[in-house]
């Protein structure tokens, strides 16, 4: 019987996990199964016998914590965010990890950025949560860029990041006041601005933007968003959000199969994904 795998969500119409996973088991000649389940979140218990009857499978919005109910233990990732998206089971046992992490710094380290140095992240909301403890963890010295709304949530981040690393350097700014004196070794943005269909905005001026030896964007429609193109056009380093989604994947692979990837076979396949958002989801 072939293995069965799938991603879990309430509407997965542009969900790009399946062609991802289908690209990562052709690669290593697994013939197994990955289908799409969408499940509203009132159904989610009752339909959770038959997910971890599967060997494995994704976790997407609105899921995440909830799943964690339905499962026997977390992985160390899962805890520290509260989140799951990836479950693995073996034998009948159904452990949880959040993999966002691992793409975040997979996605890092394949553009040969440094998370140790100075950080500009633009956002702090979901994933940019993330990326913002992981940063502080990795060592940055990490710049939080929010809106005026949002800054009760980036000084609740901040203390997140104190109450794990006490001796964390963090600098919480309005994204109006960003340092243009200071030199960053990384900028990430967070916040969905230059997304599909307000693909003519920037979240930061040139000016930000020539202060940074690298640029990660986790927009991943469109594959080159407008923050993207000013940054290699003057010479950046500059990844979108697709490759996080696809090394997210990767992890999950490591963790189902104990498979690796090279860069070379990960950096095909996001090309390839980001060719299917270009043509498929508009």
């Not at 940055?140 to 006490?166: C, F, G, W």
């Not at 307000?198 to 927009?219: L, Q, T």
């Not at 003057?234 to 992890?251: D, E």
Request: proline fraction near 3%; aromatic fraction near 6%; glycine fraction near 6%.
């Amino acid at each position: 019987m072939k293995r069965k795998y799938c991603i879990l969500g309430e509407t997965l119409k542009h969900t790009m996990s399946p062609p991802i996973h289908k690209r990562l088991f052709e690669l290593r000649n697994r013939e197994f199964e990955y289908e799409v389940r969408e499940i509203r979140p009132e159904n989610l218990k009752e339909n959770a016998d038959e997910l971890n009857s599967m060997a494995g499978y994704n976790i997407t919005i609105p899921h995440k914590v909830a799943i964690i109910d339905c499962i026997d233990r977390l992985d160390k990732s899962a805890k520290r965010y509260n989140s799951v998206n990836c479950v693995d089971n073996k034998n009948g046992v159904t452990t949880g990890y959040n993999t966002d992490c691992d793409g975040f710094l997979e996605t890092v380290r394949s553009m040969g950025a440094k998370l140790s140095g100075e950080v500009l992240l633009v956002g702090c909301g979901g994933a940019g949560r993330m990326i913002a403890i992981e940063s502080a963890l990795a060592g940055a010295k990490l710049n939080i860029a929010v809106l005026e709304t949002d800054m009760p949530l980036a000084i609740q981040v901040e203390k997140e990041i104190k109450a794990i690393k006490s001796d964390a350097e963090i600098n919480v700014v309005l994204n109006t006041k960003i340092n243009t004196n200071k030199r960053y070794d990384l900028l990430v943005n967070a916040c969905p601005v230059g997304m599909y269909p307000k693909v003519d905005a920037c979240p930061v001026s040139d000016e930000v933007i020539e202060r940074c030896d690298a640029v990660f964007d986790i927009v991943y429609n469109p594959g080159e968003t407008l923050l993207l193109k000013k940054a290699r056009a003057m010479g950046k380093r500059a990844v979108g959000g697709m490759a996080m989604l696809v090394w997210q994947a990767v992890s999950a692979h490591k963790i189902w199969d104990v498979d690796e990837y090279t860069i070379d076979e990960v950096n095909s396949i996001i090309d390839e994904m980001n060719k299917i958002v270009k043509r498929d989801f508009k």
